[in-house]
């Protein structure tokens, strides 16, 4: 599948001529495994409620750390349908609408010392780190374009239910771009639901919206709006997610908005995220600042006080973000540890689609890990009562090779 279709026919053209080879995920060859690190370093993702649309992704993994007064040195990018996302030298996210550069050039210093390029700015220069000849080819036949035929209209996610489709869920299937199975599985179940009356209609547009956002995840990683992750889980399950992932539950709450759950290191230790986060997990408190324990969060960088999830739950999405105490104030984890955030956000990545199912087959209020731990039979079971015998292997473990 092919997602220049929304962009000017100039752009598509350009885009799906360039940005793919040496140093470049083109858009057939992104997944989230690919570019969920890239995400993590800059604590920033694409905005799918907003309709960021994604062409390409570089992926150098060099990193130079210079700044001056009018000229960045970046590493990676993200190309989108009107702009550019590139990181900073300060580890930020850097935005470059197309209809703002005026020129590009090639320079002496780049990939590997094999040359690179430098975009000419109204408000200066950029020098992105980028693999040059595919960053040139992009870039020169880019400002031949007017300013603006060098964007497209947005694609936010969105139902559209019809007399055929009430949910919406045909159309969903249709627009769906991971190619991952689980995603029209579970559309189709919900379309089946909604029909037999187990489904009200609220519920079952919330549910065609999270699924089309996980889609998105799938193929261009965990999404961010407003400052704040983008996750299909539901507020309770989230949490689940993250104590299962730590090994302890959270310590203090606060109902907000936005809710709060700050984690303990309790009795028992923690288990560790992925094994890069090792040994225990301060406490902070919401009345008053914040105490730690003696034991505390450490990854291969950097050493955590307290962990602080806020969560805003709306109706096709949850927004969610990890905070952590750093000089009286509150940090992002990822601007503490890339690796914590990484692995934190694969962690929930890995059961978002599992919980999905299993809240939608054995209900909405049932809690986390009695969904989470639902064995592949009893879901199976559930299913062959109802629609007939299927096969529910993508859900669970084994099934997908977790490699690059």
Not at 186 to 194: D, G, I, K, T, V
Not at 272 to 281: D, K, N, P, Q
Not at 313 to 330: C, D, H, I, S, Y
Request: no cysteine.
């Amino acid at each position: 599948m092919n997602d220049y279709r929304s962009a000017p026919a100039e752009l598509g053209q350009i885009a799906s001529a360039t940005l793919r080879g040496d140093g470049f995920f083109a858009w057939d060859d992104l997944r989230e495994s690919r570019i969920g690190r890239a995400l993590s370093r800059y604590g920033w993702g694409p905005d799918y409620l907003a309709g960021d649309v994604v062409f390409a992704v570089s992926n150098a993994n060099e990193r130079l750390a210079r700044t001056t007064e009018n000229r960045h040195w970046v590493d990676g990018a993200y190309f989108f349908a009107g702009r550019m996302a590139v990181g900073s030298a300060e580890g930020r996210a850097m935005f470059i609408p197309y209809s703002e550069i005026v020129g590009v050039e090639a320079t002496n210093t780049g990939f590997f010392g094999s040359g690179g390029i430098r975009l000419h700015l109204p408000r200066g220069v950029v020098d992105p780190w980028l693999p040059t000849a595919q960053a040139l080819a992009f870039f020169n036949a880019l400002v031949a374009l007017p300013p603006d035929r060098r964007a497209a209209a947005p694609r936010p996610i969105d139902v559209h239910p019809s007399a055929e489709d009430p949910i919406g869920a045909a159309a969903a299937e249709r627009a769906l771009v991971s190619r991952d199975p689980r995603m029209p599985t579970m559309l189709r179940f919900a379309h089946e639901w909604h029909r037999r009356g187990w489904l009200a209609p609220p519920m079952a547009d919330a549910f065609v919206r999270r699924v089309l956002l996980l889609d998105r995840t799938l193929k261009l990683g965990r999404g961010m709006t407003d400052g704040m992750w983008l996750t299909s889980l539901g507020t309770a399950d989230l949490v689940g997610a993250l104590s299962a992932q730590l090994g302890v539950q959270p310590r203090a709450y606060s109902p907000g908005p936005p809710a709060t759950f700050d984690f303990d290191y309790g009795a028992g230790g923690v288990k560790g995220v992925a094994g890069e986060l090792a040994t225990g997990i301060g406490v902070s408190l919401l009345t008053g600042g914040w105490l730690g324990t003696s034991k505390t969060l450490h990854s291969a960088h950097a050493r955590f006080d307290g962990l602080r999830l806020v969560v805003d739950e709306q109706p096709g999405a949850t927004r969610f973000q990890l905070v952590t105490p750093t000089n009286g104030q509150w940090a992002p984890i990822g601007s503490i540890s890339e690796d914590a955030l990484d692995e934190i956000v694969h962690a929930v990545t890995r059961v978002e689609a599992k919980v999905m199912l299993g809240r939608l087959l054995l209900g909405f209020e049932r809690p986390f890990a009695g969904v989470e731990a639902a064995p592949r039979e009893q879901l199976e079971q559930v299913l062959a009562q109802s629609v007939g015998k299927v096969d529910l292997a993508p859900f669970f473990p084994g099934f997908f090779d977790d490699g690059d």
